[in-house]
């Protein structure tokens, strides 16, 4: 039997160029995949060369990738729903800036971790974060935002789905809005990922509070922590406590299994190509037994 091929990939490393990102995501097994637009540990960013540009969209066409499918993670330092002036205005920008390469290279997707209110409450971070999505809506008009999910810790937002409602409520452009789920993080944050009952209590919250369609992609990432443990820390796929088993069962269900896939395991391009293999072997085992 012909296995109906998964969307999947892994964050793939960007130095030296975009142009690179193609050709590296077909020979570690993906036909997607993630990037930085920029160091995601500075302030700066600047707009890719030319050059650079013309040989990765050849390369998105030779490798015959679909562009619908890639996704850029927004760097580290930005927090828009910070209530301080200086960093919530240092990050709109750069945000803006991001939104601006991934237009540049054709990618439709920008995720975003929503951010920390870092002690002011949540109903102001949640005010600061529309209200920046509202400029950067007006400033760049083609790249979507992605919302991820997070854990409890440090004053986030975005550990669960009413916090992602009341961003969408509060801004003028809901329809550029949809959801990114790690499944590190969901467990983390207590999100039993691994069992048939938890899995549809997180689509049942999901689809109540913002509507499923907005789910667009999936972080796929084992966990080193124990479920409800509020930390944050990504294992290779069937190492850590979702396990093999655990991501067969979310895997099996067809919400999940239908949208793209993206790993972001510790290691590069050699761990990330094992993690493939054994998610699609995974997914070969879940469809020759339906
Ligand atoms: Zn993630
Ligand atoms: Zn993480």
């Known amino acids: 039997m012909i296995m109906p091929e998964i969307i999947i990939g892994a964050h793939m490393p ?65 927090n828009i729903a910070s209530t301080k002036d200086d960093v919530w205005e240092k990050s709109t920008e750069l945000l803006e800036l991001e939104m601006k390469i991934c237009a540049k290279l054709d990618i439709r997707h920008l995720n975003i971790h929503p951010g920390s209110h870092l002690g002011a409450g949540e109903k102001s971070g949640i005010e600061r974060i529309a209200k920046a999505l509202n400029i950067v809506f007006k400033r760049e008009k ?3 935002i992605l919302l991820e999910n997070v854990v409890k ?30 499944t590190c993080h969901g467990y983390d944050a ?38 409800g443990s509020q930390k944050d820390r990504h294992e290779n796929i069937g190492n850590g406590n979702i396990g093999i088993e655990g991501f067969k069962i979310f895997l099996s269900n ?30 070969q085992s879940i469809v020759s037994n339906r």
Not at 157 to 181: L, S
Not at 196 to 221: S, W
Request: charged fraction near 25%.
């Open 142 to 144: 083609t790249v979507n």
């Open 153 to 182: 810790k440090g004053g986030n937002i975005g550990y669960n789905y009413a916090h992602m409602r009341k961003i969408i409520e509060a801004c003028e452009q809901p329809d550029r809005i949809g959801f990114t789920f790690d």
């Open 190 to 227: 207590g999100y039993d990922v691994t069992k048939p009952e938890g899995i549809q209590q997180l689509l049942d919250e999901i689809d109540r509070e913002v509507g499923i369609e907005r789910l667009k992609f999936i972080h796929l990432n084992d966990t080193k922590n124990s479920l």
């Open 14 to 78: 960007i130095g030296g160029g975009f142009s690179r990102v193609p050709k590296e995501t077909v020979e570690i097994g993906g036909n997607t995949f993630q990037i930085f637009p920029h160091n995601p540990r500075q302030w700066t960013a600047k707009m890719p060369a030319e050059e650079d540009v013309v040989h990765f969209l050849r390369d998105v066409k030779r490798y015959q990738l679909n562009p619908e499918y890639f996704m850029c993670h927004s760097g580290y330092l930005i």
């Open 254 to 283: 067809r919400t999940f299994s239908s949208i793209p896939l993206i790993l972001e395991t510790p290691g590069g391009n050699l761990e990330h190509a094992q993690d493939i293999a054994k998610v699609k072997e995974i997914y």
